[in-house]
């Protein structure tokens, strides 16, 4: 990130190291993930220690300190997905794109994450495709919708 | 319009608003909080569009809520006026809806809602799943736009506050949370004016202290709090002001909601009441002329369920990892920035206006025990319950206290998905636990569930089948834990990743008798020697399920034996005479071990088959077993 926009997102919280959490999302929402140069230079511009935003980064489950994927395929493992068969989807991503879960695909055509809820749970189990959300999933309609990610992928 | 400059003032406008209203102005309103997962946000589009297309866009509005509750059979929407009661509708179905419904009044039969006999039901209020629930804080979610304050003033909204400010003192106030007997709603069913009196009573030697509402909402499998954030923010705000008035006035209160970073709508759509409360004056300095000053701000989490622990939240705030710290000295003497804080839970907040306007009496009058003069005496009110996983219809339910599981679960919830047998219902998320059938009987409050091994918990209620793993779920809990767990006591860290690899190798069919008698011990370790309420209850679902399910535990561990259909290392899948040979599970098979030609009985070759459990899905003959 340059400085102009790094600055920018500092500004904007007004440099409060109180606000280093809301700092690294800004980062992150940018950049996609968080990288280890604008860590560092937040560390230089708030005064703290690299130590205190490293910890930070890698507390927290919101933060990717690798690069993420095109496309973004979070799975729900929450109680009400888990019970309703989250694992399975889970699995079937793996499979399909030979990626672990938090991993990235070697192409970087897909990152697959997992989240503890979404607030979605009777609609479970549950995923959300870059951005989309979709309920009561099941290995059909998996299929369908990475398929069609695929697809669309091919097109452009 | 300006600010509202005192609370004759705002009575005023009140007046003014609904003076203004035309009853019969149609509205649509569309639940665009869990439904959007069933393409919700379509549907809104659809509607805009078509009533442009007729012209019709100033005359009828169309609301974008909260959750309705009744997910299960989302995307809903509601009629107004008249609260006409669609569920499932398709983008495909708005234009029939504005020709037939907005237009020309006539019902769609097949939007509607049919109990089992065909009886028609038009209203959400008739439906059995809405009818037999008390709705007092997600009521007006099917009508109120939550982008809308006038929405919020015109029910009403800001009434409690107007009281509060012209007629009543802080320790009022005080007294009266604390006579009716509330609870916090985040778990720990804290008496919520107990609380408030000791914040209060805290010394602060610059008058500040902090007003936290938490809406982290951790419980995986819970959504209460999303819903009313996202349903009704204003309700949560009038709280917090409330609460600022009566903890901090005279003084300098200061404000903070602390929203799970999984909650964009959330977050969005208290950032735009926020603004709103602000124009008006109900934030800021000198509210309503009364001389109260406060505000609010937003901080989000970043994914870390510890986080919704009281000092771990504190500590994020502060603008450190979120690890909670001993609490020798409590949060209400010393809490953020080491000044007096009161923390509570978002339902906890939106019951306040509710009793500040309606009375104490009317509120004890709802829920379970006494609690005149002993604030720990019973449960009163309602609790909001997310109830998913295998019940017929999922949502959101409202109930008095001391509502039976089995009225929740069956009357409300309509009993087993697809005729299956009940198995457990989980309650109290990570920290609560498992319990069996002959509970169900058992009503639900603070102590009830308490005395059997679980605990009311945030609200999350998980039902499960004859196909879930009792052995499974413990796993999945501890599972949670371990991961979730903050890492500074070495019970809590160490202890989880032992509970987790010995339960994995009972899961993977590798485990020993002595095993359980482990498990205890261990469990006792972990629940004693942790430091916050994480460490201390993370054995609960362990122990609850060992409990009252332990022949599962015991088959697992001498007869290798998965009664669930869950553990893939002791389950095998095989295809039945059902099968109608249609090809569909041989090509989906990832493992390409399915056999056979069309028309005929197809064959798994168990030596290749992974256990993906592909093939049971995709079957629509129901020809595959799990053994
Ligand atoms: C690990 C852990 C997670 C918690 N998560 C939440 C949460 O997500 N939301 C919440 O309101 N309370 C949560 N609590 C309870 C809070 O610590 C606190 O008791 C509560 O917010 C107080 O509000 P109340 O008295 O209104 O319930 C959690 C507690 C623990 C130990
Ligand atoms: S009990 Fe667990 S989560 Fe709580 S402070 Fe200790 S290690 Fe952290
Ligand atoms: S999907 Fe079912 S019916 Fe079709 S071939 Fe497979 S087992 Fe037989
Ligand atoms: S469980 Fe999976 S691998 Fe085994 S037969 Fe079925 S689809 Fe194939
Ligand atoms: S458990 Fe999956 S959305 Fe809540």
Redesign the interface.
């Known amino acids: 990130m340059d400085d102009t926009k790094l600055n920018t997102i500092l500004d904007k919280h007004h440099r409060?190291?109180?606000?280093?959490?809301?700092i690294l999302?800004d980062i992150q929402a940018v950049e996609n993930y968080l990288p280890k140069d604008d860590m560092k230079q937040v560390a230089k511009e708030l005064k703290i220690p690299f130590s205190k935003v490293y910890?930070?980064a890698t507390?927290?489950?919101?933060?990717s300190l690798e690069p993420r994927g095109k496309h973004i395929c979070t799975v729900c493992?929450?109680?009400?997905?888990?019970?309703?068969?989250a694992a399975?989807l889970v699995?079937?991503v793996q499979?399909?794109f030979e990626v672990e879960a938090g991993g990235t695909t070697d192409d970087m055509f897909l990152t697959l994450e997992t989240?503890?809820?979404?607030?979605?749970?009777?609609?479970?189990p549950?995923m959300i495709v870059d951005g989309e959300?979709?309920?009561n999933m099941?290995?059909?309609k998996l299929?369908r919708v990475l398929r069609k990610l695929k697809k669309q992928d091919a097109k452009e | 319009m300006a600010r509202i400059d005192s609370v004759s003032e705002l009575e005023k406008y009140r007046a003014q608003l609904v003076a203004h209203r035309d009853p019969e102005r149609k509205a649509i309103s569309v639940c665009t909080s869990g439904c959007i997962a069933y393409g919700a946000d379509k549907l809104v589009d659809a509607f805009r569009q078509g009533l442009k297309a007729r012209g019709l866009d100033d005359k009828v509005d169309v609301k974008t809520t909260g959750c309705h509750g009744f997910c299960e059979r989302g995307p809903l929407v509601v009629i107004h006026p008249g609260n006409l009661f669609y569920q499932r509708v398709q983008p495909g179905d708005v234009d029939e809806i504005l020709d037939e419904t907005i237009e020309k009044g006539e019902n769609i039969d097949r939007l509607m809602f049919h109990l089992d006999d065909g009886t028609v039901m038009a209203c959400e209020d008739d439906v059995p799943f809405y009818k037999n629930q008390k709705r007092l804080l997600l009521k007006d979610n099917s009508s109120l736009d939550p982008y809308s304050i006038d929405d919020y003033i015109a029910l009403g909204g800001y009434g409690a506050l107007g009281k509060v400010l012209a007629g009543m003192k802080p320790d009022e106030v005080v007294t009266t949370v604390k006579d009716s007997g509330l609870r916090g709603r985040g778990g720990g069913g804290f008496p919520t004016g107990v609380k408030w009196e000791s914040c209060r009573n805290a010394p602060s030697d610059d008058g500040v202290r902090y007003i936290i509402c938490n809406a982290d909402e951790g419980d995986p499998g819970a959504f209460m709090d999303r819903a009313l954030l996202e349903g009704n923010p204003h309700a949560v705000i009038e709280g917090m002001i409330i609460g600022a008035f009566a903890i901090g006035h005279p003084g300098k209160p200061q404000g903070y909601v602390y929203v799970r970073n999984e909650y964009p709508i959330a977050v969005e759509r208290l950032g735009v009441a926020l603004e709103q409360a602000r124009e008006k004056g109900l934030l800021g300095d000198d509210i309503l002329g009364s001389g109260l000053s406060f505000d609010i701000r937003i901080n989000k989490g970043g994914g870390a369920f510890v986080c919704g622990e009281s000092t771990a939240l504190m500590a994020s705030i502060e603008g450190d990892v979120g690890e909670p710290r001993a609490k020798h000295i409590h949060t209400v003497e010393a809490g953020l920035w080491d000044k007096p804080t009161n923390l509570n839970n978002v339902e906890s907040w939106a019951n306040v206006p509710l009793i500040l306007d309606r009375g104490v009496e009317w509120f004890t009058a709802i829920g379970t025990g006494d609690v005149r003069g002993n604030p720990w005496g019973g449960s009163k009110g309602t609790k909001i319950f997310a109830l998913v996983g295998k019940v017929n219809n999922t949502g959101l339910v409202e109930v008095p206290m001391g509502t039976t599981l089995r009225e929740i679960i069956y009357d409300i919830g309509g009993g087993i998905k697809d005729g299956k047998e009940f198995k457990a219902v989980q309650t109290g998320g990570p920290s609560g636990g498992c319990l069996p059938a002959d509970k169900l009987d058992l009503p639900v409050d603070f102590d009830e569930l308490t005395k059997v091994g679980s605990m009311m918990g945030s609200g999350g209620m998980i039902v499960m089948d004859e196909d879930t793993c009792m052995v499974d779920v413990a796993r999945y809990f501890l599972h949670f834990l371990a991961d979730e767990s903050c890492g500074k006591c070495i019970t809590c860290r160490e202890g989880l990743v032992q509970l987790c690899s010995i339960v994995d190798r009972i899961c993977e069919g590798n485990g020993k008798p002595e095993d359980l008698e482990l498990l205890d011990e261990l469990s006792e370790t972990v629940s004693e020697a942790s430091l916050c309420a994480l460490g201390q209850t993370a054995p609960n679902p362990l122990r609850s399920t060992m409990k009252y399910f332990r022949e599962e535990y015991e088959e697992h561990i001498n007869e290798k034996k998965c009664r669930g259909g869950v553990c893939k290392s002791l389950i095998t899948y095989s295809i039945n005479d059902k099968c109608t040979g249609c090809l569909i599970c041989k090509k989906k098979c990832p493992q390409q071990c399915i056999s056979g030609e069309k028309d005929k009985l197809h064959v798994i070759d168990q030596s290749n088959c992974i256990k993906c459990g592909v093939c049971m899905d995709v079957c629509k003959y129901d020809a595959v077993d799990v053994n």
């Open positions: 409060d190291p109180a606000e280093l959490l809301a999302m910890s930070m507390f927290f489950a919101t933060f493992m929450g109680t009400a997905c888990h019970v309703r068969g399975r699995d079937q499979r399909d989240v503890n809820c979404v607030g979605a749970c009777a609609l479970g549950l959300y979709h309920g099941d290995a059909g299929d």
